[in-house]
């Protein structure tokens, strides 16, 4: 033997060291002998909570009625549009300022239309802040446009 070098030490008897598991006579062993309860129902998608509907699909007649719904709600507003600028072209507001408030206040009626249509179609879908937050910001800023610009 070379200087230096001792020779490997045997495993104690305590000891074992490592040992892979035995092997089973058949795959099936490892399997639950019994059946859980849940095996029989059908796969839900997304859990339901406690009150709340399933988020479902919207269908397109709804989409289609939402859509109508939505461009009378424009026409409506476009007369309003024209009834607010002639008020305020009678108050002595120069009509350049009186055009822009009203388009303001089409805009921001739009808006916020838009985001109630959205969320009487399908609430569980677009309910939502990513949708709907902008909506009504947007719409809540031009209304408060439209005041200040129909003032001056």
């Known amino acids: 033997m070379m200087q230096g070098t001792q020779p490997p030490a045997a495993p104690s008897p305590a000891d074992p060291g490592f040992k892979l598991p035995e092997e089973s006579a058949s795959p099936q062993d490892t399997l639950p002998k019994t059946t859980p309860d849940t095996a029989g129902r059908p796969v839900e998608v997304v859990p339901r909570t406690e009150g709340m509907p399933p988020a479902t699909d919207t269908s397109t007649r709804d989409l289609a009625i939402g859509g109508v719904v939505f461009l009378i709600l424009l026409v409506v507003y476009f007369f309003v549009r024209n009834a607010f ?26 808006f916020l239309s838009a985001a109630a249509v959205l969320a009487i179609v399908n609430a569980s879908r677009y309910l939502t802040f990513g949708v709907t937050g902008p909506l009504v910001i947007v719409g809540v800023v031009a209304l408060v446009a439209a005041l ?3 003032r001056r």
């Open 85 to 110: 600028v002639h008020h305020l072209v009678v108050r002595r507001v120069a009509p350049s300022s009186a055009g822009t408030a009203g388009w303001l206040l089409f805009i921001g009626l739009g």
């Open 148 to 150: 200040f610009t129909g």
